[in-house]
């Protein structure tokens, strides 16, 4: 079970379909709108109610825009998530009565955990960002540097108090239907969380307790090919740049397109643009803009890739073994942007507020020119072809 956007989503049809080929069989919970993502997979998909589209465009979702930290965005998020997790839980304990265990995503820990224990059934937590406390860095969702290690650990404890605060209603609405609850499940630490990312790419944390592992990345179930479209366009020419914000909105997404124009022409690359939920839009005959396209057959074919660094779209970026420029727009962006500078493989980050024609083009321009940065990504994509990220998950299953 999982909520959220495309990114909290497409790892776990990927992991699943592992886990079919093993044997299991494996329901996926999550928003109607995901659907397709498990169309040949073998995964049986069980909708949720609440469009995450549509709530990010909506008045409330605009909002998280006018916040101007970290702290301020989680706090729109949370009472924006609070309301909608109310919505879902009726379809969450539908569901569960048919498991025998139950996969937990990050972005639904405390209500998937207390549902476990309602129904005195194992759970186990399967999150995509390194959400436990560490004095190592901040939390991850706060998008703020390192606050050393005391005021790191800090900011971890006061996330994970505030997501205990936006499940708490739905925690205690479980009498409701017929659980048995407390009004709080055991905590983070008092059971088994599996975390589907490299450690290649973000060490496993020296002060994290027995039983939180780093397992290496979750693949997306992707089936299909590229349109004809696509490809006559990556026949005509040079390598283009991909350039998309995945679920990511911006306040202004005509500007933002522009800003985009001016930059891949200034920078002398083709491009190919991804509407994506921000809605961007650009034309000419060296851009050329697309709807969905799977990732793993597209990003490999080209220059560089401009993201809005999210957790899955870093890890596909890796996976590509091509440099990147990541523009962090919100939450955990920041962190997976500092990463993927300090593993060499971007060159800079350009986060949404400072992103203008100028400062993308010269970011483009070092991605693409600086052959270190094609290097170190290749040699990080040698590392992260040799590790399987579903056979942690099976052997934890097993015990």
């Given at each position: 079970?999982?909520?959220?956007?495309?990114?909290?989503?497409?790892?776990?049809?990927?992991?699943?379909?592992?886990?079919?080929?093993?044997?299991?069989?494996?329901?996926?919970?999550?928003?109607?709108?995901?659907?397709?993502?498990v169309?040949?997979?073998?995964?049986?998909?069980?909708?949720?109610?609440?469009?995450?589209?549509?709530?990010?465009?909506?008045?409330?979702?605009?909002?998280?825009?006018?916040?101007?930290?970290g702290?301020?965005?989680?706090?729109?998020?949370?009472?924006?998530?609070?309301?909608?997790?109310?919505?879902?839980?009726?379809?969450?304990v539908?569901?569960?009565?048919?498991g025998?265990?139950?996969?937990?995503?990050?972005?639904?820990?405390?209500?998937?955990?207390?549902?476990?224990?309602?129904?005195?059934?194992?759970?186990?937590?399967?999150?995509?960002?390194?959400?436990?406390?560490?004095?190592?860095?901040?939390?991850?969702?706060?998008?703020?540097?390192?606050?050393?290690?005391?005021?790191?650990?800090?900011?971890?404890?006061?996330?994970?108090?505030?997501?205990?605060?936006?499940?708490?209603?739905?925690?205690?609405?479980?009498?409701?239907?017929?659980?048995?609850?407390?009004?709080?499940?055991?905590?983070?630490g008092?059971?088994?969380?599996?975390?589907?990312?490299?450690?290649?790419?973000?060490?496993?944390?020296?002060?994290?307790?027995?039983?939180?592992?780093?397992?290496?990345?979750?693949?997306?179930?992707?089936?299909?090919?590229?349109s004809?479209?696509?490809?006559?366009?990556?026949?005509a020419?040079?390598?283009?740049?991909?350039?998309?914000?995945?679920?990511?909105?911006?306040?202004?997404?005509?500007?933002?397109?522009?800003?985009?124009?001016?930059?891949?022409?200034?920078?002398?690359?083709?491009?190919?643009?991804?509407?994506?939920?921000?809605?961007?839009?650009?034309?000419?005959?060296?851009?050329?803009?697309?709807?969905?396209?799977?990732?793993?057959?597209?990003?490999?074919?080209?220059?560089?890739v401009?993201?809005?660094?999210?957790?899955?779209?870093t890890?596909?970026?890796?996976?590509?073994?091509?440099?990147?420029?990541?523009?962090?727009?919100?939450?955990?962006?920041?962190?997976?942007?500092?990463?993927?500078?300090?593993?060499g493989?971007?060159?800079?980050a350009?986060?949404?507020?400072?992103?203008?024609?100028?400062?993308?083009?010269?970011?483009?321009?070092?991605?693409?020119?600086?052959?270190?940065?094609?290097?170190?990504?290749?040699?990080?994509?040698?590392?992260?072809?040799?590790?399987?990220?579903?056979?942690?998950?099976?052997?934890?299953?097993?015990?």
């Amino acid at each position: 079970m999982t909520a959220g956007s495309r990114g909290d989503v497409a790892p776990y049809t990927g992991l699943g379909a592992g886990l079919v080929r093993a044997g299991h069989e494996v329901t996926l919970a999550t928003h109607a709108v995901f659907a397709p993502l498990v169309a040949g997979s073998g995964i049986r998909f069980h909708p949720l109610p609440v469009d995450p589209r549509a709530e990010l465009h909506s008045a409330r979702g605009r909002r998280l825009h006018q916040a101007r930290t970290g702290a301020g965005k989680l706090v729109q998020l949370a009472s924006m998530a609070r309301s909608a997790v109310d919505e879902m839980t009726a379809a969450l304990v539908e569901v569960a009565r048919d498991g025998e265990v139950l996969l937990v995503g990050g972005a639904l820990g405390p209500l998937g955990y207390a549902i476990a224990d309602g129904l005195s059934v194992p759970a186990l937590g399967l999150h995509l960002q390194p959400l436990h406390p560490t004095r190592e860095f901040s939390a991850p969702v706060l998008g703020t540097r390192s606050l050393g290690a005391v005021g790191n650990r800090l900011s971890g404890r006061a996330v994970m108090a505030s997501v205990d605060w936006m499940f708490s209603g739905a925690v205690r609405s479980l009498r409701r239907y017929g659980l048995a609850t407390t009004g709080r499940s055991r905590g983070r630490g008092e059971r088994p969380v599996l975390h589907g990312y490299s450690e290649l790419v973000v060490p496993r944390p020296r002060d994290w307790p027995a039983g939180l592992e780093v397992t290496g990345y979750w693949w997306p179930h992707e089936t299909g090919r590229l349109s004809q479209e696509v490809e006559d366009f990556l026949a005509a020419g040079p390598r283009p740049v991909f350039v998309g914000l995945g679920s990511a909105t911006v306040p202004d997404p005509e500007r933002v397109s522009r800003e985009i124009v001016t930059a891949l022409r200034a920078a002398g690359v083709r491009g190919i643009v991804q509407r994506g939920w921000a809605g961007l839009d650009a034309g000419g005959d060296d851009i050329l803009t697309v709807d969905e396209v799977p990732h793993s057959l597209l990003f490999p074919r080209t220059a560089a890739v401009v993201h809005h660094a999210g957790a899955g779209t870093t890890g596909a970026v890796l996976r590509a073994g091509v440099p990147s420029v990541p523009v962090p727009v919100q939450f955990d962006a920041a962190f997976w942007a500092s990463r993927l500078t300090a593993l060499g493989t971007a060159p800079v980050a350009v986060p949404l507020p400072r992103l203008t024609s100028g400062t993308l083009a010269e970011a483009l321009r070092r991605a693409t020119r600086d052959d270190s940065h094609r290097a170190r990504a290749r040699a990080l994509a040698d590392g992260l072809a040799l590790e399987d990220g579903i056979a942690p998950v099976l052997a934890r299953l097993s015990r």
